[in-house]
């Protein structure tokens, strides 16, 4: 299945599967020719679809009290840049109503939006804000990398009481994977050990995975085993899973589509510093999006971002004195 | 030049009175400013300055950014007061879609000379609209600087370099801060933007803060020298840029080093900086380097709660202790 | 003029309205005792919150703002778990992670409480959306500041509200006739442009009307308007309430600049003092509402005296109670970032 | 002759609308062979606002963009062949390739920057009014914006500033129907949109935005008021896109003839020169100007790509 197909299937679960579930927004496949699929899902059921005005401000808002009034709602901020219109309302509100409620009030929400370079969406429609969420505590976050855990993480996203963030990528959209007719729901916090490796640990989440697992395969090929860590969640964080994938490779390279400084490679690497100093047979590496606004220019932007070509050097460089 | 005692808060007046005074292009812009802000940083200066420099806004914040980003790619030097820096969440996009991008976007021909005043920090029972510590966000976005003072002469001296820096400043004031006291030289220079001070040499363990929590660090330095136990700790008084080469050589002496700040542990400076020390002085660290921070909770209201959840001087403490616990062990690693 | 609801009636609003005051009043007291942070009084808007919220019914929803300790006891919320949550203790309706700003009882119908101004407005209508998609005739109550007004979000929500046709009621109490932001006598405030603030609403086709706050049967048969066209489908109605500010409520810090509320002035003028006599004379919501009970011959002044004495009582209660109740454990903080996942 | 305060003659006005509408044509034909990337937002049947706006402006006077911006940096004296350049990536695009087709920024003639953010640019624009106002300058500031851009919070936002300070600052909203995807009437139920301008005591007017004579004479009396001190204006131009809101746009293809529709500017503003004395020849304007456009778009494409080194300058001024 394509992986634009399981997001449409996903959604189409959660509305078959739940009558609570409506969706606001429609932009849930970005701008790719994939984007009719979500057209025909909304034909089959216009009465769960709510279609806003551009004012992420007020329909994400809109999302936080209607799931507060005993909805579901799955709300697509389209491109990831657009949340930064609504922060106000998924940061300052969203993520601290059950706790300035002390316990009184959920939202159980499901906020989309596609990150990251597209190609050709310059600086203001290439963000991946997820690393500036996971700052903020009360938001859970899902980074599906695979068609089958796209669809088991958005089951237990909706049937969450908690806002969630799904990260998706425009990129993703055209790749393949099997997905077995009855996928139950992944529980939140448990990693997917996507290849298995002695050498070296790449700790990748979303489109980065892809990208990780081809270079794993070429560098296969020159003797360096590649373990992938796809962490699947963000918050909350199997660290049980990095660290023991650590102390078996003694080696990390993180692969992360944020911007390098306190990025998600920042925590990565500082969780492992903290609690697997000892299992370090190499420094940490981080690669990063460049610190700079994703420029315009096709050569430019593949400069900024982690591509394969960048992922096999940085594993050649922290193996080598192995 | 005659050096003064004053107040963090009166320190913050009279750079933007002098900043007003010294360059017509500087404006202010906030809500109350005319009445001086909730906290008195602005009183006077509508009085002297007029209301075309000292201008009331509405409760816009996004309107109010975006704005001030106009006026500064129009030849002005806006300062902006945001008066929580939890509502600078109603105004990301203007400065991170905007105000961070436009030198770039369009390869140096436009520049966003502002300032951005934003008043937070845990303190007073305000609650979770009203205390967070959001300088890993900035610290994310390329194009911004932010700098958090915790002394007042820094205070004076960074918000003078902030107004005459020719890119978006963030300038992250601690409301915690604004009545402690410390000299102050009116008209003084500027602090450079990316160097961060050492305010206490030492040995032993390099603890790097910034803010209030230089406050609390200083207080455990104390304690931990009645110990023994000699911190070289490291105010970085710039969040971005970091100053990479003060830390390093810090810590290839030392050996040792805690991060401490009042923000969220996850995803926060402390992780930027240990990342980073992990790769640029792996084969010095002679332990773990640890983090202190908050836990991943939103700010408590309750007073009682409130005062667990930034790092206290003991939490310091027990941070320093952990990296000296193997003091005597060698890690595997070295050569 | 009073509302139609028989002696019964009148008098719980007279109940919820010197709670209200007394509650603020014995706050006002304690900040001058001891250090209980930054907070905001309801009064002297009491005869518009009390009346409107009154109205309301179990699983409508209500979401205020910073200004909030009236509008829950409008909906019958207590004054011990109030103050409890004020003052972080373990008995607060939020167990002491809300405070004053965040104020909220799931089970009086407040599920949550922003404090960024027009913060509240979004999830307002989102849970009138909410109600529309359930088929549910119940309403969402949008309770809003004018300075809410200048937000963006205000604009983004009342254009969904209108596109929707959704059961939501905005009340905006508007209490900038004496604020700090108005300057050249520009009303409402020198920061709206608008000088109708109905027309920000009524742009939309939103059904929009002004009326003095001071009129507890305006507000009530204004209210009832609007919960009713909420309930049967009509769609949004913008409600903008004029009151007075207060004269305590100084910027940030309120002090009792006018005293206590003392009921006699109700019907005796020589006890009011000259300073401030305009308040107590024609602005006091709650002495006009009182003056008109006895006007109206059905009720006694020893009833509303004895029902004060109740209300400070119950207060005073209260506040005993928050006092006398512990902090919550400090491991606490960690609790409530999320709710558990079932299976 | 079409008044402005740079006094275009009938000629230069069909000129510049020609070159705008040319350059896009062939923008779309660019992309379609996949010589320029990213997103692609053309304003094919809008010329006439951009073109009977900025006439009406002084070269200083600045101008804000958002997502469609070609035709607004065009009309302010923008080169079309930097325009291609940049749209293309290269090293010789207005922005050195780094902004693209949604941040086009060409100081020099005033048209200071675009954004991709829709209703992002109000409150820039607003701000450069302020710069104006506040230093006793003279200059005007336009921020062009579509429909979709009015229902975002930033708009009420910047339309109250905009009254409560009288800013110098005129307000183009181009009311193609459209807002991003879906007809207007699927975003508001604001018939009229010149309405909302009129809440916070704008003057507005709303236009016939695909008769050149119309706007220019609207926009010329906007200019003049907040050059005068008068405040902002809100211009409502009701325009007609003829292509999707995006090139490539799967779910939306109107008008594949744009020069029959009889809304198109062009071919009103012909004709409504026709029997004129000293009239143009519009046919011999075009063919020219198709040639022009073609030889910008070959020297761009010839372009070098940006170096490398430049991916990392220009993030700030210095640390």
Not at chain 3, 126 to 134: E, M, N, S
Not at chain 4, 111 to 136: D, E, K, Y
């Amino acid at each position: 299945m394509l992986y634009a197909e399981a997001v449409v299937e996903a959604l189409r679960r959660s509305i078959e599967d739940d009558e609570r579930v409506h969706l606001m927004g429609q932009y849930f496949l970005g701008l790719t020719p994939h984007r009719t699929m979500v057209g025909d899902l909304y034909k089959q059921y216009p009465d769960r679809v709510y279609f806003p005005p551009i004012a992420e401000l007020g329909y994400v808002g809109a999302g936080i009290g209607a799931a507060i009034a005993g909805l579901r709602p799955i709300v697509d901020c389209a491109t990831a840049s657009f949340t930064f219109q609504a922060f106000a309302q998924i940061l300052n509100e969203a993520a601290n109503i059950h706790y300035m409620s002390g316990g009184q009030t959920s939202v159980p929400m499901v906020i989309h939006y596609n990150h990251g370079v597209r190609g050709g969406g310059a600086a203001q429609h290439s963000h991946s804000p997820q690393a500036m969420m996971w700052n903020t505590p009360g938001l859970e976050i899902v980074t599906p990398s695979h068609p089958a855990d796209l669809i088991g993480l958005v089951q237990t996203a909706v049937a969450s009481d908690n806002p969630t963030i799904w990260v998706d990528h425009v990129r993703l959209f055209d790749t393949e994977g099997e997905v077995p007719d009855d996928i139950e729901p992944i529980p939140f916090g448990r990693a997917s050990i996507r290849r298995e490796g002695s050498d070296l640990t790449v700790f990748a989440s979303s489109w980065m995975v892809c990208r990780s697992l081809e270079a794993a395969e070429l560098l296969a090929a020159e003797g360096i085993s590649v373990e992938v860590v796809d962490p699947r969640t963000l918050v909350p964080l199997d660290e049980e899973a990095i660290l023991q994938s650590v102390a078996k490779t003694g080696h990390l390279l993180v692969v992360d589509e944020c911007h390098r400084r306190c990025g998600v490679g920042s925590e990565i690497a500082a969780i492992v510093a903290e609690h697997a100093h000892g299992d370090l047979r190499a420094p940490i590496r981080r690669l990063a999006t460049l610190d700079v606004p994703v420029p315009f220019s096709a050569p430019m932007e593949e400069f900024v971002e982690p591509t394969v070509d960048k992922i096999i050097e940085a594993a050649r460089s922290v193996v080598e004195n192995r | 030049m005659v050096t003064e005692t004053v107040r963090y808060i009166d320190a913050i007046s009279s750079v933007l009175r002098h900043e007003l005074d010294r360059d017509d292009d500087v404006l202010i812009l906030g809500e109350d400013v005319s009445y001086g802000g909730p906290f008195g940083a602005t009183a006077g200066l509508s009085e002297s300055f007029g209301p075309r420099r000292v201008i009331d806004t509405p409760i816009s914040e996004g309107a109010v950014m975006g704005l001030a980003v106009g006026a500064a790619l129009s030849g002005c030097r806006p300062v902006v007061e945001i008066m929580f820096a939890d509502f600078v969440t109603l105004a990301m996009d203007q400065l991170v879609n905007h105000a961070a991008k436009f030198r770039y976007m369009t390869d140096g021909k436009l520049s966003v000379p502002m300032t951005i005043r934003v008043q937070g920090g845990v303190g007073g029972g305000y609650g979770a609209h009203h205390s967070q510590s959001l300088e890993s966000w900035f610290l994310h976005v390329p194009g911004l600087k932010v700098v958090a003072p915790s002394s007042v002469a820094d205070a004076g001296g960074l918000l003078t370099a902030a107004i005459r820096d020719d890119d978006p400043v963030i300038y992250l004031e601690h409301r915690g801060l604004y009545w402690t006291k410390g000299s102050f030289v009116p008209g003084g220079s500027p602090t450079r933007i990316g160097e961060a001070a050492v305010v206490r040499p030492g040995s032993d363990v390099t603890v790097v803060t910034v803010s209030r929590m230089v406050k609390t660090a200083i207080t455990a330095s104390e304690k931990l020298a009645a110990e023994g136990i000699d911190i070289e700790l490291v105010d970085l008084r710039s969040v971005a840029p970091i100053d990479w080469d003060t830390i390093e050589d810090s810590v290839r002496r030392t050996r040792r080093l805690v991060v401490v700040h009042e923000a969220v542990t996850t995803g926060g400076l402390g992780a930027e900086i240990v990342a980073g020390l992990s790769t640029r002085a792996f084969e010095v660290l002679a332990s773990p380097a640890v983090r202190v921070g908050a836990p991943s909770a939103p700010v408590p209201a309750s007073p009682f709660l409130e005062q667990f959840y930034a790092p206290s001087v003991e939490d310091v403490v027990e941070a320093v202790l952990m990296t000296l616990d193997d003091r005597e062990e060698r890690p595997a690693h070295a050569s | 003029m009073l509302p139609d609801l028989g002696v019964e009636g009148l008098m719980t609003l007279l109940e919820r309205m010197l709670v209200a005051r007394r509650f603020e009043e014995q706050l006002i007291d304690l900040a001058q005792e001891r250090d209980i942070g930054h907070f905001h009084v309801y009064v002297g808007q009491e005869t518009t919150g009390i009346p409107a919220l009154a109205l309301l019914e179990d699983g409508d929803l209500s979401f205020t703002n910073h200004r909030n300790h009236g509008h829950l006891i409008a909906r019958g919320a207590e004054p011990g778990p109030m103050y409890a949550e004020i003052l972080g203790r373990a008995t607060g309706y939020c167990r002491g992670k809300g405070g004053t700003l965040h104020l909220a009882s799931a089970e009086h119908g407040f599920p949550t409480t922003s404090s960024a101004t027009g913060g509240c407005i979004p999830p307002a209508v989102g849970a009138a959306l909410g109600f529309q998609r359930l088929g549910s005739d119940r309403v969402s109550v949008c309770l809003m500041g004018d300075g809410a007004l200048e937000e963006g979000a205000w604009h983004e929500s009342a254009n969904i509200a209108a596109m929707e046709q959704l059961p939501v009621v905005f009340l905006c109490e508007n209490n900038s006739l004496e604020a700090l932001g108005q300057r050249a006598g520009e009303y409402p405030s020198s920061t709206m442009a608008a000088s109708d603030l109905t027309e920000l609403a009524s742009v939309f086709g939103i059904e929009s009307v002004a009326i003095d706050g001071l009129d507890t049967r305006c507000v009530y048969q204004t209210m009832a308007k609007a919960v009713q066209r909420g309930r049967s489908g009509e769609g949004p109605t913008f409600i903008e309430a004029r009151t007075v500010r207060w004269p305590g409520n100084r910027p940030i810090w309120p002090e009792l600049a006018t005293g206590k509320t003392d009921l006699s002035m109700a019907w005796d003028d020589s006890v009011i003092p000259q300073e401030h006599i305009k308040w107590h004379q024609e602005q006091d919501g709650v002495l006009e509402y009182v003056r008109q009970l006895l006007g109206n011959g059905q009720i006694s002044k020893e009833s509303v005296l004895d029902l004060d004495k109740q209300s400070s009582e119950r207060v005073r209660e209260g506040l005993i109670f928050a006092l006398d109740s512990p902090y919550p454990s400090p491991e606490e903080a960690l609790e409530h970032v999320f709710t558990p996942h079932q299976g | 002759m079409v008044v402005g305060a740079l006094a275009q003659s009938d000629a230069e006005d069909l000129e510049l609308m020609w070159r705008i509408r040319a350059f896009e044509e062939k923008a779309s034909e660019l992309f379609a062979r996949g010589k320029i990337s990213g997103l692609l937002h053309l304003a094919i049947g809008q010329e006439a606002t951009a073109v009977g706006v900025c006439g009406a402006l002084k070269p200083a006077d600045t101008v804000f963009s958002g997502h469609r911006p070609h035709a607004h940096a065009i009309a302010k004296g923008a080169e079309i062949g930097r325009l291609f350049a940049e749209l293309a990536g290269r090293s010789t695009g207005y922005c050195g390739g780094k902004g693209g087709s949604m941040h086009l920024a060409v100081p020099e003639v005033g048209f200071v920057t675009a954004t991709g953010v829709v209703g992002g640019n109000l409150p820039l624009a607003l701000g450069a009014a302020l710069s104006s106002s506040s230093r006793g300058k003279q200059e005007v500031s336009v921020a062009f914006f579509g429909d979709g851009a009015v229902q975002t919070g930033l708009f009420h936002e910047c339309l109250n500033l905009a009254s409560l300070w009288k800013l110098p600052v005129v307000l183009i909203c181009e009311n193609n129907g459209f807002a991003e995807f879906s007809p207007l009437s699927a975003h508001t139920v604001v018939r009229r949109l010149a309405d909302h301008a009129d809440t916070y005591g704008i003057p507005s007017e709303t236009i016939d935005g695909n008769d050149l004579a119309l706007v220019r004479a609207a926009a010329v009396a906007a200019v003049d008021r907040a050059r005068g001190g008068g405040g902002p204006s809100f211009l409502e131009c009701l325009t007609h896109r003829f292509r999707g809101h995006y090139e490539g746009d799967p779910t939306l293809k109107r008008g594949s003839n744009p020069r029959d529709e009889k809304m198109d500017p062009i071919g009103r503003f012909v004709r409504s020169l026709e029997g004129r004395v000293g009239s143009v020849e519009p046919e011999k304007i075009e063919a020219r100007i198709r040639v022009e456009v073609d030889m910008a778009a070959d020297e761009a494409l010839d372009a070098p790509w940006p170096d490398r080194e430049s991916l990392v300058s220009n993030v700030v001024a210095s640390w």
